[in-house]
């Protein structure tokens, strides 16, 4: 049982994409001023995963706490995934100028603004609604909100390099 729950768990058959998934990658994929990658507390099936589910194209890395040695929230694995992202823009990414999505609070969220990273929790349930330490710009509910937050992002940005 536990082969086979492995090796479904390793294709495309056990997990979903969620609405909106492939328009938001699309919308981000093309800009030469971003770089996409993947910080998950995850094993080495990941790329696997990704491959299967048609997603892996869309991300310059993917960095697993499995390959990596060290979990989120650690700023090990951020400092990590700018090392990583630096490679792809052949310059140092600053952590200020990173965004991590994630879903978790104390992993995602808190990690990454502890590593020095801007942060966008994605709070489908509203489970977090009443955290103080989030804003209502930093928690989105579905890839819609997420797209919003990176065209507001992107206009203030064009704003500021004028």
């Known amino acids: 049982i536990a082969s086979g729950l492995i090796d479904c768990y390793s294709s495309k058959h ?3 994409k969620y609405p909106g998934t492939l328009e938001l990658l699309d919308s981000l994929h093309g800009r030469r001023d971003l770089v996409l990658g993947v910080v ?8 696997i995963v990704l491959d299967s589910t048609g997603l ?6 993917v960095l697993t706490s499995y390959g990596f040695g060290i979990q989120k929230p650690s700023p090990a694995i951020f400092q990590e995934a700018l090392r990583l992202a630096s490679l792809g ?16 609070l104390d992993n995602d969220f808190l990690g990454a603004r502890g590593a020095g990273w801007n942060a966008v929790l994605i709070d489908r349930d509203g489970k977090n609604e009443e955290d103080q330490r989030l804003g209502s710009r930093d928690v989105v509910v579905d890839f819609r909100g997420l797209k919003e937050y990176f065209d507001r992002l992107f206009d203030k940005k064009a704003v500021c390099d004028r």
């Not at 995850?42 to 790329?47: C, I, Q, W």
């Not at 823009?89 to 978790?104: K, Q």
Request: one cysteine or more; aromatic letters at 16%; glycine letters at 6%.
């Open 56 to 61: 892996r194209s869309y991300f310059a890395f």
């Open 14 to 16: 056990c997990w979903h």
């Open 40 to 47: 998950s507390n995850f094993d080495e099936r990941l790329g």
């Open 89 to 104: 823009l052949s310059r140092e990414i600053r952590p200020e100028e990173a965004v991590h999505v994630g879903d978790r």
